[in-house]
């Protein structure tokens, strides 16, 4: 599996927005032998101009860094840095109660929670709004995920099916 992260990704191309910026630097990635493909909710795909099996894919952004991960198997990514929020406010709004009572008041559990939504509604292909309160990412059977600090005090958070989470290891790439 391989995770990569982009620094100062915006100054690659400063006349791309959106997903048309991500989409330059899935390909830059990837290769130009590559076409990114969107599903109607967004989620992009890659599709190769040769007879390939392409790689699932799962991008996030955060400031001034872009997360994206290649498998060959269903993945998800997000990543967040740690920054001041109304934790209770949101927990209550959007956590289940498990997630709740885990971040409490603690910045670095709150970040662990939210990227594991994030990643866990990328690896299902739906909205976080679908996701919220509803699903709870704690004791899941059919998912695992990787939370991992990067950059002191950034969370970046991968789900993938709960077997891939227990035996693969990962790699991350830093890109400047």
């Keep these: 599996m391989q995770i990569v992260v ?18 330059r630097l899935i390909l830059d990635l990837l290769g130009e032998d590559a076409q990114v493909i969107r599903s109607d909710e967004g989620k992009p795909s890659i599709q190769w ?5 392409p790689p699932f894919v799962s991008v996030s952004h ?54 594991r939504k994030e990643a866990f ?3 299902m292909g739906r909205g976080l709004a679908q996701i919220n309160r509803s699903v709870d990412v704690f004791g899941r059977s059919d998912v695992g995920f990787w939370d991992i600090t990067i950059l002191g005090d950034y969370h970046l958070c991968v789900c993938t099916s709960r077997e891939r989470a227990e035996k693969e290891k990962y790699e991350i790439q830093f890109l400047d």
């Design 49 to 53: 101009k040769k007879n390939q099996t």
């Design 6 to 23: 982009v620094k100062n990704y915006k100054a690659r191309y400063p006349e791309l927005k959106g997903r048309a910026l991500t989409d």
């Design 121 to 123: 509604a990328k690896y």
């Design 62 to 115: 955060c400031e001034d860094y872009f997360a994206c991960v290649f498998d060959g198997e269903n993945i998800g990514i997000d990543i967040q840095n740690e920054r001041q929020v109304d934790i209770r406010k949101i927990s209550r709004r959007y956590y289940a109660p498990a997630e709740q009572e885990f971040a409490a008041d603690e910045p670095g559990r709150f970040f662990i929670v939210w990227t």
